[in-house]
């Protein structure tokens, strides 16, 4: 996927990340990846590789452990 530059870069990356756990991709239980892979990986920034990942948590979609990473959550 490519980043829309002329729009917000965060909803484009959260609907993504969405897409690929609808898909299984990423299934329920399994660890994401970091904001530091994802800023690779779509050239993108850390903040907003964190962003993303902030809205999917807030949509019930992933879940955090501190200090280990974001996760996806059950359906």
């Not at 756990?21 to 530091?36: D, M």
């Not at 920034?45 to 974001?70: C, K, N, P």
Request: hydrophobic share 40%; no cysteine.
């Amino acid at each position: 996927m490519e980043i829309n530059r002329a729009e917000p870069h965060w909803p484009q990356l959260a609907a993504e990340i969405r897409r690929r756990i609808a898909a299984g991709t990423y299934p329920a239980g399994e660890r994401l990846p970091g904001t530091v892979a994802l800023a690779t990986e779509f050239d993108v920034s850390q903040s907003t590789a964190s962003r993303a990942l902030s809205s999917l948590r807030a949509e019930g979609l992933v879940y955090v452990i501190s200090g280990r990473g974001y996760y996806v959550a059950d359906a």
